[in-house]
């Protein structure tokens, strides 16, 4: 066994070496990392066409895909379809129609939102911090779209928000509320590209509107399975078992070298 030639003794080492390297991938996947995780759930992500349709005033969507037809959402919009703060919209609303001027055109108008102030912010294409309280930068009410734009009132105990609610036309709201592919991630940049992904995470980008050479797409997403426990506990039990296998024959070679200096 020791009449080996220096370069079978370096394929030897090498071949230890990705053994155990493989091993504690292994092993490292079941206990935390979870890149393979065949129980684990599944996300779906898609991409359809939107445009402003100026004389119907409203977003036009085309184009079908294996996830769904129209997102329920445009990121950045609030009270569109999928209602975020539900009280804040009905709120605004009564106070916009209100506000209304005598020729029926919408008007400027300032509310005081129930939101405490710490961490709050107004967000626009890109996704708020977890921490943060935020709400959409624009607002859809009653067909008609408000930028919405803060200060803080910090007269009196608790400190409290004043949202100033200024009419702008649809066109301007898709072209600030979109942004560029080069921000997006890799598997969200093959959805704009035309693709079907599915990962095993939430990429927390539906109705993310993306502007391409070609116009905006609107990305649209679903759960396509469930957690299941069981294949998810028995799949983490064989990569254990495995890795801890190979770890060890790993180990084994790089103990012989030291010995002896005779690789299997």
Do not use: K
Request: proline letters at 5%; hydrophobic letters at 40%.
């Amino acid at each position: 066994m020791g009449d080996r030639s220096p370069g079978e003794r370096r394929a030897a080492r090498l071949l230890a070496a990705a053994v155990l390297v493989v091993g504690v991938a292994l092993v490292a996947n079941a206990a935390t990392v979870r890149v393979l995780d065949l129980g684990g759930e599944r996300y779906r992500y898609s991409a359809v066409e939107v445009e402003w349709d100026a004389d119907d005033e409203w977003f036009v969507f085309e184009g079908s895909n294996p996830v769904d037809d129209d997102p329920d959402r445009i990121r950045g919009i609030g009270c569109l379809w999928e209602v975020e703060r539900p009280r804040l919209c009905h709120y605004e609303a009564s106070l916009a129609e209100s506000a209304e001027r005598s020729d029926g055109e919408p008007a400027s108008v300032t509310v005081e939102a129930p939101v405490e102030a710490e961490h709050f912010s107004l967000y626009g294409p890109s996704y708020p911090d977890r921490h943060e309280r935020a709400i959409a930068r624009f607002v859809s009410l009653d067909g008609t779209f408000y930028r919405r734009s803060s200060t803080f009132d910090r007269d009196g105990p608790s400190e409290r928000i004043e949202l100033t609610l200024e009419p702008v036309d649809g066109g301007t709201v898709i072209d600030a509320v979109a942004v560029n592919r080069s921000t997006l991630d890799p598997p969200l940049g093959r959805v704009v590209d035309g693709e079907t992904v599915t990962v095993n995470r939430r990429l927390g980008a539906r109705g993310t509107v993306v502007a391409t050479d070609g116009g905006y797409v609107a990305v649209v997403g679903e759960q396509a399975r469930e957690r299941r426990p069981l294949l998810g506990w028995a799949s983490g039990l064989v990569q254990v078992a495995v890795g801890a296998a190979l770890c060890r024959r790993g180990w084994r070679g790089f103990r012989r070298t030291r010995l002896d200096h005779v690789w299997f």
